[in-house]
């Protein structure tokens, strides 16, 4: 009987990491600038994320999905108001033709839900997500979700370069508006700077600045200090050991009475209803960490 070769060596060496489903109750939600040595993939269910990577701004779409690459500085925020829900893994590939491809075809733009890959992501998150609701053994548990991983990568494999109408905008402009937005929630001084006082501090007339700072970010400077300002709130309120004077003071109101007034503008619900809906260990709250500057 002639023997029929069917493969020679097949050696897999693929990497997970922090695979997590996030909801957000309440909108504002940001999280700071940050790179990884990983690939990161985010596939939106719900809602929408803006993502700005260095001069690129990038916004997902529920159905959407990108992959940003290791190294890759970016910064996510939820400007639109909406409740917010996507899925979130850190991987890496031992193929380095594969990875190749990934970072020269798919890498840090937009994955429409209409492509292929878009929706391996949304496929591979659903799997996930079934999987938690499951009683499985660990182990079990592990190569399933591996499955899953392998389905995704077999259409990166077979993916074309995507090629997406996102804005791009002239590097200085976002650099002049991320100066904007980090002088705006500079917390060092007894009280946040004014936008005029920004403005001045940069020695640009406030006309201009409002209008360069509004075309990147989509927001007004005064509605994205505002939505800072609600999502501290929002953080402080869940680590239980903050008091809620306590946290009228670090969120540089005159007082709990006014603090509270503004938080029920907010959130629709007072402080105290707030937190009883939610607590977070202060070991997780990672979006509090101060914006460092990199």
């Not at 917390?187 to 360069?212: D, K, M, W």
Request: glycine letters at 6%.
């Amino acid at each position: 009987m002639a023997q029929q070769p069917l493969f020679q060596t097949i050696e897999s060496n693929i990497y997970l990491h922090g695979g997590h489903l996030q909801r957000n109750q309440f909108p504002s939600w940001h999280y700071p600038r940050e790179k990884h040595q990983l690939f990161e993939l985010i596939a939106v269910m719900q809602g929408q994320v803006t993502q700005f990577m260095g001069p690129r701004k990038r916004v997902l779409l529920p159905g959407d999905a990108i992959i940003t690459t290791p190294e890759t500085w970016h910064e996510s925020f939820n400007f639109y108001g909406a409740q917010l829900q996507f899925f979130c893994v850190h991987f890496n590939v031992g193929d380095l033709a594969l990875k190749t491809r990934i970072i020269q075809n798919l890498g840090n733009t937009v994955l429409p839900k209409d492509t292929a890959v878009a929706q391996a992501a949304q496929r591979f998150a659903q799997d996930v997500v079934a999987l938690d609701t499951v009683h499985l053994a660990t182990t079990e548990q592990k190569l399933r979700t591996e499955i899953a991983f392998l389905h995704f990568m077999v259409a990166l494999a077979h993916n074309k370069s995507v090629l997406t109408g996102q804005h791009e905008y002239p590097e200085r402009d976002v650099v002049l508006a991320q100066q904007l937005a980090s002088h705006l929630t500079d917390e060092t001084g007894p009280h946040p700077p004014t936008f005029l006082q920004v403005c001045a501090q940069l020695n640009i007339s406030s006309t201009y600045g409002h209008r360069i700072f509004k075309r990147v970010y989509g927001v007004t400077p005064k509605t994205y200090a505002s939505e800072r300002r609600f999502s501290q709130a929002k953080g402080l309120l869940e680590i239980g050991e903050n008091s809620i004077a306590d946290v009228a003071r670090r969120t540089h109101f005159s007082s709990q009475a006014s603090f509270s007034k503004q938080f029920k503008q907010w959130a629709g619900m007072t402080p105290s209803a707030f937190r009883r809906t939610t607590h977070r260990d202060q070991a997780t709250a990672d979006y509090l960490r101060p914006h460092t500057k990199k």
